[in-house]
């Protein structure tokens, strides 16, 4: 999926959750969503947790 498509999906949503649930449930979608994206960056290998650490591993 392009990342306009991405971003036009997440729009969509995030506007849904404002629509129907509230602002509490736009912040739940808007924090899950970003837990699901970092989820999904270190499953794909482009997230290195290391770097949060301090600590230097080279």
């Given at each position: 999926m392009k990342a306009t498509?991405?971003?036009l999906l997440t729009g969509l949503v995030l506007g849904l959750?404002?629509?129907f649930g509230g602002f509490g449930a736009f912040a739940a979608v808007a924090v899950l969503?970003?837990?699901g994206f970092l989820v999904?960056?270190?499953l794909d290998?482009?997230?290195d947790l290391s770097q949060l650490s301090?600590?230097?591993r080279g």
């Open positions: 498509q991405l971003g959750a404002v629509a969503g970003a837990i999904g960056r270190f290998g482009k997230l301090g600590r230097d």
